[in-house]
């Protein structure tokens, strides 16, 4: 069985910075793309960004971009999402996906539908 484990939210004021980490396990996983999704209180869960198994190509929405960086290590089974300058817009629930992509290591993905295994989630809360 699968498991996909956040970690890392927390609460921190405007302009701070926090890292979440997600880690899988429970099977052995050859080449997976990982991504970060979050979901404000009354909204759809949307993408934050996404990288590919081989780490080289990344994707972030534009509310994030130039603010959180996403990095992997694949000896850990493990993605990162570095945030810094968070607003009070980025307070949502954060979530991790990983779907597995066999040949196509350079690829990332950002839809839902595209992701086969998630975390539950954890809370960022950014204070004003």
């Known amino acids: 069985q699968v498991q996909v484990v956040e970690s890392g939210g927390g609460l921190v004021q405007a302009g701070g910075s926090l890292r979440v980490s997600c880690a899988a396990s429970?099977?052995?996983?050859?080449?997976?793309?990982m991504g970060w999704f979050r979901q404000g209180p009354g909204k759809e869960r949307e993408v934050v960004a996404a990288i590919g198994w081989s780490g080289t190509r990344t994707y972030y929405a534009d509310s994030v971009k130039g603010r959180f960086t996403i990095s992997r290590d694949n000896a850990k089974s493990t993605v990162y999402l570095q945030m810094n300058n968070l607003k009070p817009e980025d307070t949502a629930v954060y979530y991790c996906?990983?779907?597995?992509?066999?040949?196509?290591?350079?690829?990332?993905?950002?839809?839902?539908?595209?992701?086969?295994?998630w975390g539950q989630g954890t809370q960022v809360t950014v204070s004003s």
């Open positions: 429970g099977r052995t996983f050859r080449n997976v793309a």
């Open positions: 996906a990983l779907r597995d992509v066999g040949s196509s290591i350079f690829y990332y993905y950002t839809r839902r539908d595209e992701y086969d295994y």
